[in-house]
């Protein structure tokens, strides 16, 4: 992410794609690292969703093997419907920074997600605005 950071404060017509694994990254983590990108590039970020299969990779993260096909993807499904579920926090005009009536998020415009599934359990909302 870091490179992909220097990269946009450098061009101004290129999308910038990522990858990052569903395996061993939190969904809210995910969530939050693309859209800070995508703000920063004024929406030219994308995610390239893998799913990390080594036993290697599985051993640094304190597994004994890696996950199984069906979990790993499985996983990989539920990650991607939490992190857009992340991204749908707060509608377009959440924030109406309105100082004279002391009105900075409209409450209203704020979807927490109260996510519990097979591999993740996220309350968000995500603590970013939405990114273009």
Do not use: Q
């Not at 004994?64 to 005009?93: K, M, Q």
């Amino acid at each position: 992410m870091t490179l992909l950071s220097t990269v946009v404060t450098h061009t101004r017509n290129i999308g910038l794609i990522g990858t990052a694994s569903s395996t061993y990254n939190s969904p809210f983590n995910l969530a939050r690292r693309f859209a800070s990108l995508d703000h920063i590039s004024g929406g030219r970020a994308g995610w390239n969703v893998v799913t990390s299969f080594d036993t290697g990779t599985s051993r640094n993260y304190g597994l004994d093997e890696h996950l199984d096909y069906a979990t790993r993807y499985g996983r990989a499904l539920e990650a991607v419907e939490v992190v857009r579920g992340l991204w749908d926090s707060y509608e377009p005009d959440a924030f109406p920074a309105d100082v004279e009536r002391n009105l900075f998020v409209d409450p209203t415009k704020l979807h927490a997600l109260d996510h519990v599934g097979e591999h993740f359990k996220v309350a968000g909302p995500l603590n970013l605005s939405r990114s273009p």
